[in-house]
């Protein structure tokens, strides 16, 4: 029987249909295949590497090498003239997919019984490798929305059926992996944590390949290398973001996020460990948490419509400060209650996080048009730039300082290998206090970056619904629903989680 032949536009090219938004949905799920590990990297050099406190150093060391990673290899992509068969964008792609296998592994080769000196080595080119990788994966993959269609249509279902790639590609991992690189007592099992990356990448690859195949560019890409563009002066870039409100309020609100989420996501793997003591009930309520965000998402548009994006931010701040209050109430010697207790605590707090997070992105193309409004410039790549450094070095000081304080309330060193007479953490040896006392850390961490985004939000923010009017009046641009609201990266997704 003949293939039936796909129907054409007028340039002759696939006409965009579903299968364009699964397929792009499938390049978001195989990023967070890779990515989703991330949040085990804590656990996995501490308690089976054994690097302690050098891990928090160095974690903020490789944050500001990813900093500083994305728009070194975004300037290599950009500068790449060479004639694709298809499209350059997924050729890099396709390479991206095949290194995340290797740097994903790399990431968690269980060398325990290594001297210190080579942990270090293997932790740093581990991460190295695969956050560049990861880099040529993800970046061109960004890029790709705008190619695949210029109809605001179609981008904004590519949007939502990214947004929905990458949840689905957060739970599943959250909710199989407690399952997998555990052992009986709760400790972690690095050959098992090891084996889970290899997969993850090999998956990830899998769901590339779909991408790539399914992918029909029918934008036209070319442009004038010849095209003479105005010196970056960064002493001045850096001097017009400070001065743009918006952007550094929304900046702050999300280096709130990172800090507080991510350091408590380091701290919440332990308390499972020791509090709780269920790891494979800890990816259920992780994902439990975050039905509040899939009941908002539907809603978000009209809401925004409706109320402002500040104002609902703010709105959703204020319910992350009441979830977070709400988790420092603790039943005496862990009663079943407190366990309830948690979860209804998170689903207020996440709700309150999803709430700004649908927003966020959005909020910072809002700060782009005001440094326009302001200054006559638009400076898109510079706003952008810069506070995608903050929200990356937020990254790693969230759970560096979290590993700090976690050792100052316990979470030591307290285990000797009696061959090699290295230290590591066992935690089937931490007291009941120090569980109690990262249990209350947990709640500090969450109630920090409530904080923090209601301060960014509220107090630094300026641009209100009806301010947000006058400028987009100013301006000369027609604001319609369908452009308030943005897709949300891996890195989001996996606070939401």
Known sequence: MAKHAPALDENGKRKFSIRDSVAYAAGDLGCNMSFALKGTMALFWTQVMGLGLWYSLLLVIVQVWDAINDPLIGTIIDADKHKYKRNKFLAYIWFGSIGLIIGGAMCFLPFPKAPVWAKIIIFIAGYVVWDAFYTIANGPYGSL?????????DRASLSAWRSIGSMVGNMLPMVILPFIIYNE???LNGGRVFLAALIMGALGFICFQFMIKNTEIRVDTEINVNEERPKFN???????????????GATIAAMGMFIGMQGAATAVSVVFQIYFKNTEISGIVQLFAMIPILLFTPLARKMVTK???KELSVFGALFSIIGGLGLFIITPDNTGLDLLI???CQL?????LGIYSTVSWAMMGDAIDYNEWKTGKREEGVVYSLHSFFRKLAQGLGPAAALLIMNSLGYVNNAVDPETGEAFIDVTLLSWDVAVNLRILVAALFLVAAVMQFIGLALVYNLDKKTLAKMNADLGRDVEADDLLTYTTAEDSDNLA
């Not at 929305?145 to 249509?153: F, G, N, Q, R, V």
């Not at 960064?234 to 400070?242: C, D, G, R, S, T």
Request: charged share 20%; hydrophobic share 45%.
């Open 307 to 309: 109320y402002g994006k």
């Open 185 to 187: 007592d709760e400790s």
């Open 342 to 344: 948690y979860i209804l």
């Open 145 to 153: 929305l705008s190619l695949i269609s210029k109809d605001p249509a």
């Open 234 to 248: 960064v002493l001045l870039a850096l001097k017009n973001f400070v001065t743009n409100r918006p952007a550094v």
């Open 348 to 352: 207020v707090y996440s709700l309150g």
